[in-house]
């Protein structure tokens, strides 16, 4: 799960930068505001990479999930890109526990006929 969660959060890292370059042409918005909000937010992209398998990290990996959803109030089509990346990060926590739970399996069976064996 980790692999694949951790993934999920790079790619966001980047498009969060990106997303950072097109809010600053708001003239609304200051650079500095922009690059604090957004050098936050990659910042705990990586930072939840290290801490996705730990007690919460599923749960705040959601929570960036909806930050990233509700930043289309400042670029729109981050709307659309929030909700593919929420799409991916589920895909990613429902199929590496899959992946877990079956690799968790086959060490058993190789651990039962490895012992068996002798």
């Known amino acids: 799960m980790r692999t694949l969660c ?7 890292f980047f498009v969060i930068g990106f997303a950072g ?3 600053m042409k708001d ?3 200051s650079m500095g505001t922009v690059w604090t909000v957004s050098g936050i937010a ?6 939840l990479c290290g801490a996705v398998t730990r007690p919460g990290g599923i749960a705040f990996g959601w929570a960036l999930q909806i930050a990233l959803i509700a930043s289309g109030f400042v670029v729109p089509t ?8 929420a799409a991916l990060w589920w895909a990613s926590v ?7 739970e079956a690799k968790a399996r086959f060490a058993a069976q190789a651990e039962a006929s490895a012992s068996d064996a002798v």
């Open 94 to 100: 429902h199929y590496g526990r899959k992946i877990d």
């Open 6 to 12: 951790a993934s999920t959060l790079i790619g966001e």
């Open 78 to 85: 981050m709307f659309f890109l929030g909700a593919v990346f």
């Open 27 to 29: 003239p609304d918005l």
């Open 21 to 23: 370059l097109v809010a």
């Open 42 to 47: 990659m910042f705990l992209c990586v930072a």
